[in-house]
């Protein structure tokens, strides 16, 4: 089974910054694309970052130039810098990480972080 671990949340004031990270561990997984969504007043999830296991990045339109996603394969890792932040950037991020094994890929999430940016 696999398993995200979300850390790094919490309350900053706006124009601050945080880290959120989230390892992922699974016997016989490896983790293609890796990213964060956050949830929306309507309790859907839209994406903020996603990250291949090549490097290659794609971003939401409001957090670009303000957020950076990376990720270190060799602890099946990914980060998310939130520079800049806003207090519309209030609400839970969730990790999701692509787990493939054998010919099959899984979708996974993380228990969500809260982040709060007082005005």
Do not use: H
């Amino acid at each position: 089974q696999v398993q995200l671990v979300e850390s790094g949340g919490g309350l900053v004031q706006a124009g601050g910054s945080l880290t959120l990270s989230c390892a992922a561990s699974g016997r016989g997984f490896s983790f293609n694309t890796m990213g964060w969504y956050r949830q929306t007043a309507g309790m859907r999830r839209e994406l903020v970052a996603t990250i291949t296991s090549g490097g290659r990045t794609n971003y939401a339109d409001r957090v670009k130039g303000r957020f950076t996603i990376s990720r270190d394969n060799a602890k099946n890792t990914v980060y998310l810098l939130m520079n800049s932040l806003k207090p519309e950037d209030t609400t839970v991020y969730f990790c999701n990480a692509r787990a493939q094994a054998g010919p099959y890929e899984y979708q996974y999430w993380g228990q969500g972080a809260q982040v709060t940016v007082s005005s």
